[in-house]
């Protein structure tokens, strides 16, 4: 079975600075998928980044990219040049086939980005 | 992109009364349906999975006969809570999955309050 471990549960940034959000996670499944979710107070999750366990390229999209590293099981998130907008619950997530089976989630870590 | 729309927003029952949660692939066909369920300040607890056509899967301690998931055409899976109480009160949300490396795409959710 597949777990993910987030043990921020709370942080927070100033505006404009770089913040880091870690994750861990275990499987034993040799391809995989990994991911970090968005949950502004609406609740609407919204994807901000999705990385395969083959592609040993982080991946990046614009003011957000991941560090992978595989051997270690970790997968964090950094945020840059944070904006107001980005205050938000990240929920670092994973799967072994994208698409048919479903999403593990960590815990969460809910993030204030302060003015 | 991929949408899915989840009906209604929020809803408020009495006790011993049934309510359904619509989901509905708007652009897409929707294979695989999973649904969850998340508590104030918590992360997201898969309850089961469904397949167009076919039984759904439901994670252990998730009572099948209280939580009906009907999942008859590839555009729309519901949710049925039965004989609710008030411990059923949550926030119910669905995610779509077209089985590809496309991932997920979520439903913005429901808020159910038993009386």
């Known amino acids: 079975a597949q777990t993910v471990t987030q043990s921020q549960p709370e942080m927070s940034v100033q505006e404009a600075e770089t913040v880091t959000l870690s994750c861990t996670y275990d499987t034993s499944e040799s391809n995989y998928y990994l991911f970090w979710y968005k949950q502004p107070p609406s609740r609407q999750m919204i994807l901000v980044i999705r990385q395969e366990a083959y592609k040993q390229q982080n991946a990046t999209e614009n003011r957000f990219s991941v560090n992978f590293q595989k051997a270690a099981k970790s997968f964090s998130l950094k945020i840059s040049d944070s904006q107001l907008g980005d205050t938000a619950m990240y929920f670092c997530?994973?799967?072994?086939?994208?698409?048919?089976?479903?999403?593990?989630f960590g815990k969460g870590t809910r993030l204030s980005v302060i003015a | 992109g991929a949408v899915v729309s989840q009906h209604p927003s929020r809803v408020i029952c009495k006790s011993g009364t049934s309510v359904k949660i619509e989901c509905r692939s708007l652009d897409f066909q929707a294979t695989t349906m999973f649904w969850y369920r998340q508590f104030p300040k918590q992360s997201l607890m898969l309850m089961a999975t469904s397949n167009e056509g076919s039984k759904a899967t439901y994670e252990q301690g998730v009572e099948k006969d209280k939580f009906l998931i009907n999942h008859a055409s590839l555009t729309l899976s519901t949710l049925t809570v039965t004989s609710a109480h008030p411990e059923d009160s949550s926030f119910y949300i669905c995610s779509a999955s077209t089985g590809g490396l496309g991932g997920y795409t979520f439903g913005s959710g429901t808020r159910l309050t038993v009386v």
């Open positions: 997530a994973s799967t072994q086939n994208s698409g048919n089976t479903p999403l593990v």
